[in-house]
Structure formats: C-alpha cells, structure tokens
C-alpha cells in the first residue's frame, strides 16, 4: 500500500511530475514515525493516545528514561515496525545542551533494519 509523502514540518511532497508524491516501504514507515513522534498525544480527537510531541520537550529537563519507555510504547503502536523484532533507543549528548536520539528497528514491510536519528 501506498500514502502520500509528507516530510514531518513541510507541506505534501511532490512528484519528478510536479504531481503530490506517493511514498511506500521503508520510506513510508520511516515518514510515518517521524508524524507519530512529533505528534502532541491528544492532538488528534479520535486516537487520544497516538502521538509522542518529542518537540514539545525541547529545553526542558532531560528524562532519558521517560523518553525511551515513550519511543519504545509509540513504536509498538506503529503497524510498519516489525514487533517481533528488537527496537533500540539509544540517548547521547554530542555537546553541552544538545542530545541525539537514535531508533533501531525492523521495517515490517522490507524485513531490513532501519534507523531514525532525531537531535535537538
């Protein structure tokens, strides 16, 4: 199946065409995940419980394990994660401030390892 490409805080993707973009696969996982965890929880009325609102976070206290028990419960939620597959979460601050979120995961759809990086 495939859905319109979004890029999380842009407008719809366009085609080579100039038509909207279509995503599949991995990318379409990967496009769905980077929504999820951007997403403020209670931000869409009829699924109270989907979203992470990572950025909401942003220049507040750093709770590494709040953060990763809330990666790992959004990635179970997401039909394109393999669940039979581990899911790593690991934490770093590159620099003073700055930290560095990494997500190791199984595309269901592929079977191939896949990995998000997300910083502030």
């Known amino acids: ?54 950025p909401a976070r942003v220049g507040t206290v750093m709770d590494e394990a709040g953060i990763r028990a809330l990666v790992l419960q959004q990635m179970q939620a997401e039909a394109g994660v393999d669940q039979t597959q581990p899911v790593t979460v690991t934490i770093t601050s590159p620099k003073i401030g700055a930290y560095l979120l990494a997500i190791a995961y199984t595309d269901a759809t592929t079977g191939t390892v896949q990995e998000l990086t997300l910083s502030t």
């Open 1 to 54: 199946m495939s859905a319109l490409s979004h890029t999380m805080g842009g407008d719809l993707d366009l085609s080579g065409a100039g038509g909207v973009a279509v995503v599949t696969g991995a990318d379409q996982t990967r496009q769905a995940l980077l929504r999820r965890l951007c997403t403020n929880a209670g931000a869409y009325i009829w699924q109270p419980d989907y979203g992470a609102g990572l």
